[in-house]
């Protein structure tokens, strides 16, 4: 079976000007990988129309599932779903279940909020869209061909997430083995983890340095499909450890 | 003057399965704002030769300076630098300065380390291609074209940045400046904010909502090169938040 694999779209001047720290990438990284649906590329793109609408065609066509995440709050420089309505060639128009959703939401307020023009871009969007819910701020996201449109606050993000991971097709989850030692130099251990790598193809094994207050070390870390196969890698990768005179320890560093 | 562009690409399946949490993109993106060498756009990707050597040629044709994270470690999966020479068509071949460099270091140790095969990798680099200090862990990144190699690990990346920035030749300094307003929310001035966008559009200017325990609120950051266009749209947006019925205060929320 092939995996299904995933691209993460992250919009917004924010993120690329320095202000704003991503939060949503290794969140969604995490999860995707749970679900069996692997991320394999992250783009993080300016609020450019041209460059939206070029990016999300070229990587819907790549990748099995694409999601974005920013740029669908109300403001001038919110311009996601409108690109997205471009890049699959349909009408950007009002959506009849956001749109009644958001209204009753603003006249619930006490006072009673103006669901106001810019309020009413939220709940415009492509033709089709399907919606996904907001359990935190109600406007919703949607989801167009195989583009998850998602909002770039984390809180918001993630709550949207996980009312859509039940409907994703996943793979076989990717598990994860790992050991550390500390003390030891990546220097020291390539040779003989490069040899090992080279004969568990289907394995991803992993080399990272750690430089804390209570001392550096190297976590050595087994990806993959197969459980069974993970445990043999990492206890090859244990003995290489333990034979170059370091002290092997079961998982990463706490 | 048009401006210096630049794009990053951070290379590691490490970033993409989650186990590791980015700290180089808001660095960077800080740092080549403020040299003027605004970041346009920034890629992750895996350890995966086909995909390095594609982006990265894609990518230096597009950006004016691109620069690289991660992958030029000891082990089997630290490909970045072979990849490198392979997009631009060159050897991958020893760097007789970073081999003496290096050399020098391992018999410095006490008692002397080995500079063996793995870490004479770290020497090897595309023909032609000019250092970048490592003052850290000695083993350098390297510039080739307009293409700068640098570690994944924030602390040496860090430090090659730094010896590296007086060769950059930036444009005009990105410069920014904010007002923000508790209690507000995004959908009441998202009207007034877009009226002001559009008389300023060589300002970029931006509103971003916060939740934070002392409360809610949105920051609106305006940036741009010119810093007296700046004030006008601040003084503009400090009117509008005073205008419906908030307190603006100047900056972003501490």
């Given amino acids: 079976m092939t995996q299904p694999t995933a691209c993460l779209l992250i919009i917004g001047n924010e993120v690329l000007s320095g202000r704003t720290q991503d939060a949503n990438l290794k969140f969604l990284a995490t999860r995707l990988g749970e679900i069996g649906i ?3 590329e992250v783009r993080v793109i ?7 609408i070029a990016t999300v065609n070229e990587v819907r066509a790549k990748f099995t599932y694409v999601f974005t995440t920013g740029g669908i709050g109300p ?23 956001a749109w009644a959703r958001m209204a009753a939401h ?3 307020q006490d006072p009673p909020a103006e ?11 492509p033709r089709g869209a399907a919606l996904i819910d907001n359990p935190v701020s109600i406007a919703p996201g949607f989801i167009i061909g195989n583009v998850h449109v998602m909002a770039g606050v984390p809180r918001i993000m993630q709550a949207m997430f996980e009312g859509l991971a039940p409907s994703l097709k996943g793979g076989v989850p990717v598990k994860s083995r790992a050991v550390h030692a500390a003390g030891m ?3 020291r251990i ?6 090992i790598q080279a004969r568990y193809p289907a394995v991803d094994l992993g080399s990272y340095p750690y430089y804390r207050p209570q001392g550096n070390g190297v976590s050595l870390v087994a990806k993959g499909l197969d459980e069974a196969e993970l445990e043999r890698v990492i206890a090859e990768v244990t003995d290489l450890v333990a034979g170059l005179g370091y ?3 079961a998982g990463e560093p706490g």
Avoid: K, S
């Fill in 106 to 108: 603003y006249a619930r």
């Fill in 190 to 195: 390539a040779e003989g983890l490069g040899a």
């Fill in 75 to 97: 403001t001038h420089d919110d311009i996601t779903a409108e690109c997205i309505a471009a890049a699959f060639g349909v009408p950007w128009e009002p959506h009849p279940e």
């Fill in 38 to 40: 692997p991320l394999r």
């Fill in 46 to 52: 300016p609020d450019v129309r041209e460059t939206i």
């Fill in 247 to 249: 002290a092997p320890v």
């Fill in 115 to 125: 669901f106001n023009a810019a309020r009413q871009r939220m709940a415009t969007m």
């Fill in 185 to 187: 130099l990546e220097g």
